[in-house]
């Protein structure tokens, strides 16, 4: 028994050195790509840009975070893309139409995701259903009824300048100096880091985190062990509506309009970034920081590749090839292992 447990403690020793390691890559190749994109273009150079890559990040950021843990138990969420969109045109309708306070609106707006959380665990871990038709279901679920709800049209949430706009400063506020320049403050960032080091500790250090990466180890044994299996499935997935719900908000902070029939993607952004950042396709493996990290790689490319006249087929593709290159990665290093 001592021999294995020794074993053990090796092996996720030496895992978690390697994911330090990528997760050094990663920052090498956030840090070369947005010299590279320094250098080819002045445009990219303005504090406007910077900006943006952070606003782009937000949403895509809180819904690696929360993905982060289903792809630990080796299933994954394509509902929270769609849902993003579907959760924020729910609470802007109620703040808009129905007269909700903002405050009521946004506590909806992450209400909604734990429920689409929450059925697909159920559906994953109680019913048994393969995660991917689970989550593809629920995505056209989130998608077709945000659209019905608004009745097919765009939701604005308040300006910073209407009551109930407080919401926005939120992510980013605006300085004017005495000559009346105004100078935007993305203190969103800010919001994600602490979110980040808050889910790193429930990932290390607590029982959900730990018996999150027992289970994407291997099912079996944890429930042999004496672990509820199907309980800390269904936790995984309900964090991940439960981010993908603060999702919602920062993007109805930062975008002036929420169309509906829109989002389809952005969970791929998201599972890729924390592909990118170390998350195992497999499961069992994985950071929340190493997502955050992948997430920046998206976001670099997503922002960057247009100021070097790369058309949006392009961004594309090459992003594409950048999450294949992950996952074969991850591939490499699991057999690997084995051997």
């Given amino acids: 028994m001592t021999n294995q447990t020794a074993a053990s403690t090796a092996k996720k020793k030496s895992s978690l050195d390697k994911l330090g390691g990528q997760k050094f890559l990663v920052l090498i190749v956030i840090i070369a790509l947005y010299l590279f994109f320094f250098a080819m273009s002045p445009n990219f150079r303005k504090y406007t840009t910077l900006v943006s890559i952070l606003d782009y990040s937000y949403y895509i950021a809180l819904m690696a975070i929360g993905v982060t843990f289903p792809l630990i138990t080796g299933g994954v969420d394509l509902s929270i893309g769609t849902g993003v969109i579907c959760y924020s045109l729910v609470g802007g309708y109620l703040i808009t139409h129905q007269g909700f306070p903002v405050w009521a609106g946004m506590l909806v707006t992450v209400l909604f995701g734990i429920a689409i959380g929450t059925l697909n665990g159920v559906l994953v871990a109680i019913m048994e259903i393969p995660p991917f038709l689970v989550t593809l279901c629920t995505c056209m679920i989130t998608r077709g009824l945000g659209s019905i709800i608004v009745g097919g049209f765009g939701i604005s949430w308040p300006t910073a300048i209407q009551p109930g706009g407080w919401f926005r400063n939120i992510f980013k506020i605006t300085l004017t100096n005495e000559a009346g320049q105004r100078t935007l403050i993305p203190i969103g960032i800010l919001w994600v880091i602490l979110l980040v080091i808050i889910m790193s500790f429930v990932l290390n250090h607590t029982r959900v985190g730990r018996y999150t990466i027992a289970i994407g180890s291997n099912k079996e044994a944890a429930r042999l062990s004496g672990v509820n299996v199907k309980l800390y ?97 991850d591939v490499i290093k699991k057999r690997r292992e084995v051997k």
Avoid: D, M, R
């Fill in 233 to 329: 499935h269904i936790l995984a997935y309900v964090i991940s509506g439960f981010f993908a719900g603060l999702a919602a908000i920062s993007y109805s902070a930062v975008f002036t309009t929420v169309q509906p029939g829109t989002g389809a993607g952005f969970e791929l952004e998201a599972i890729g970034g924390a592909i990118i950042g170390g998350v195992s396709a497999s499961g069992g493996v994985g950071t929340v920081t190493g997502s955050l990290l992948g997430v920046f790689v998206i976001c670099l490319l997503k922002t960057g590749l247009p100021f070097i006249g790369l058309q949006a087929n392009w961004q594309q593709i090459i992003t594409g090839l950048v999450l294949i290159s992950a996952v074969l990665i």
